[in-house]
């Protein structure tokens, strides 16, 4: 019964320190959230693609009934 509660706390307990051995290092700072971001895209580029052209398309369609309508 000890096993199953030793094992989660070693996990933390690496991730604890390796947060803060990567954190007390004044040369590598966090990544910003726009560079997490481009990686994730770079990672998921079909479904980034498929969003950017979703979008283009939606706002070119209001652009254009928006012309429409006011002409």
């Known amino acids: 019964m000890s096993q199953p509660s030793s094992p989660p706390t070693e996990p933390e307990q690496s991730l604890q320190e390796s947060t803060t051995v ?3 290092t004044p040369t590598e700072p966090k990544p910003s959230y726009v560079k997490l971001a481009m990686r994730n895209m770079v990672r998921k580029r079909g479904k980034s ?3 950017f052209f979703l979008t283009s398309v939606g706002l070119l369609a209001i652009l254009v ?6 002409h």
Request: hydrophobic share 35%; net charge neutral.
């Open 65 to 70: 009934g928006l012309a429409y309508l006011t």
């Open 22 to 24: 990567s954190g007390s």
């Open 49 to 51: 693609l498929q969003h």
